[in-house]
């Protein structure tokens, strides 16, 4: 048995004094994570540090095979696969693929490209570092391009500013394809209905057509056929994500991202791949093969 003296005792207290309030801080700290949101559904945060959280990323960081509904393929694909209507084979570029050859790439059979501007809301901070760059790229190499800007918008204000975004980026530049408004942020959808998503939609696509440019609405099959189902989609061209042998979505769509384990010349790494469908503009080379022309099939070589 342990005996203290009034000495003892005080210094026992204090040690049992220290040890209750570190427990309690403990729970304290517990509690309030509980209640803070974590960065993943935090848009604001994660708009500025580009830390995409949607079918294809968790914080920014790729997941390749971890989305079933998206990646239905049993092995992943390095090449377009076979597809007899379709116009034109491309790729789409942002800052995480690096520096592109864009000779090797015209060289690699690449007929065309989606360049991201930027992401969110009009800030110089949130311009994709390598825009100016890729644009330059394609106009050297011959390379039809359009564009995309990777949405965070969950007000049709932010949204406006988004439109403001890319339409201060695209400032003398010459486009062949539409222009873009990538939806698949996973906070957006949990957070608004269908309507406010098509209202956000309309905002931007609306500014867009006002200045001229084609818009179109990028996102996955599952986006277009459960989430993005408000009329108002119907009257802007569709650029579908389905990582599939063949394109499943039973809506219409002028654009397939059919990988995102393509092989490239030219693109250190991983590289999306899409099928373009449409002659926008009428300057996308059409690829070997045969194509329907205003109802009429006619089998295409060497772009004739």
């Not at 390598?130 to 390379?143: A, D, F, K, L, P």
């Not at 400032?171 to 990538?182: E, F």
């Not at 579908?240 to 979505?249: K, P, R």
Request: charged content about 20%; overall charge neutral; hydrophobic content about 30%.
């Amino acid at each position: 048995m342990l005996v203290f003296n009034d000495e003892g005792d005080m210094f026992m207290k204090k040690i049992i004094n220290k040890f209750c309030a570190i427990i309690l801080s403990c729970f304290m700290v517990l509690g309030l994570t509980a209640l803070v949101p974590s960065y993943a559904y935090d848009l604001e945060y994660n708009e500025q540090h580009d830390l995409e959280n949607s079918f294809r990323y968790t914080n920014g960081e790729r997941k390749e095979s971890s989305s079933p509904s998206l990646f239905t393929r049993a092995s992943s694909t390095s090449s377009w696969p076979e597809d007899s209507k379709a116009i034109a084979k491309g790729i789409d570029i942002s800052t995480h693929n690096g520096k592109v050859d864009w000779k090797r790439v015209k060289q690699g059979g690449v007929q065309y490209a989606i360049l991201r501007c930027g992401y969110g809301t009009n800030s110089t901070s949130q311009d994709d570092s390598r825009w100016e760059e890729n644009v330059q790229g394609c106009v050297n190499n011959s390379i039809p391009y359009g564009v995309y800007l990777y949405s965070y918008a969950d007000t049709v204000e932010k949204a406006s500013s988004e439109a403001d975004h890319t339409i201060r980026l695209l400032a003398g530049k010459k486009l062949s394809y539409p222009v873009y408004y990538d939806l698949e942020e996973y906070a957006v959808r949990e957070k608004l209905s269908k309507k406010e998503i098509g209202d956000i939609a309309e905002t931007f696509c609306n500014k867009l057509a006002a200045k001229g440019y084609t818009p179109g609405i990028y996102a996955s099959k599952d986006w277009f056929t459960n989430y993005l189902t408000d009329a108002r989609f119907s009257k802007w061209t569709k650029w579908v994500a389905q990582y599939n042998s063949t394109c499943t979505y039973a809506g219409s769509y002028d654009m397939w991202q059919c990988s995102s384990t393509g092989s490239v010349l030219g693109v250190s790494g991983n590289v999306d791949l899409n099928y373009s469908y449409k002659n926008f503009n009428g300057t996308a080379n059409l690829a070997d093969g045969l194509h329907s022309v205003k109802g009429t099939l006619y089998y295409y070589r060497n772009n004739k």
